[in-house]
T-cell receptor, first 113, second 106 residues
């Protein structure tokens, strides 16, 4: 089935550790995105990429890093520099362009313990 | 950046009731989408609606781009309609409102 797969679904991290969230899509979309969602709030854009080997910072990129080595994959690393990383992380993809629907994965819950 | 405001923040409905959710945005946009987030966190596209009116079953949406608002109508609500409804607008990036939490009681 076509779609976006995020893993792991649940992740616990100790303070000071980096963690990488996986996002894979088989929709043949050029654009991929990472969003963060905190309880009771909307989604905030962390990073996005419109083409392989290129990505742009979103509104809250500090403490995060990404790579886009393959069209299908857009992993997000939450670094130890992110001061409040506990949140729900959503990956999404779309065809490039303003007039296209964006599709989301099922999300990853990250808890810092 | 563009501001997206959704109202009401919370809505409690009895099964079978109708309701209207509103999304206001502060600048002209290229497109607007409505999403439903289920209790497990999954976001599902409901409508891509930069202007005009669309219907999908018991849901319909209307966007009046010149007046910078969109409305989502839920008719004959069911318990499965519970969740959070988000509006998102695109000018150079997709910006989300804070959502409307809908609870439908049997």
């Amino acid at each position: 089935d076509g779609g976006i797969t995020q893993s792991p679904k649940y992740l616990f991290r100790k303070e000071g550790q980096n963690v990488t969230l996986s996002c894979e899509q088989n929709l043949n979309h050029d654009a991929m995105y990472w969003y963060r969602q905190d309880p009771g709030q909307g989604l905030r854009l962390i990073y996005y990429s419109q083409i392989v080997n290129d990505f742009q910072k979103g509104d809250i990129a500090e403490g995060y890093s990404v790579s886009r080595e393959k069209k299908e994959s857009f992993p997000l690393t939450v670094t130890s520099a992110q001061k409040n990383p506990t949140a729900f992380y959503l990956c999404a993809s779309s065809i490039v362009g303003a007039g296209n629907t964006i599709y989301f994965g099922e999300g990853s819950w990250l808890t810092v313990v | 950046g563009i501001q997206v405001e959704q109202s009401p923040p919370d809505l409690i409905l009895q099964e079978g009731a109708n309701s209207t959710l509103r999304c206001n945005f502060s600048d002209s946009v290229n497109n607007l989408q409505w999403f439903h987030q289920n209790p497990w966190g999954q976001l599902i596209n409901l409508f891509y609606i930069p202007s005009g009116t669309k219907q999908n079953g018991r849901l319909s949406a209307t966007t009046v781009a010149t007046e910078r608002y969109s409305l989502l109508y839920i008719s004959s609500s069911q318990t499965t309609d519970s969740g959070v409804y988000f509006c998102a607008v695109y000018n150079y990036k997709l910006s989300f409102g804070a959502g409307t939490t809908v609870t439908v009681r049997a």
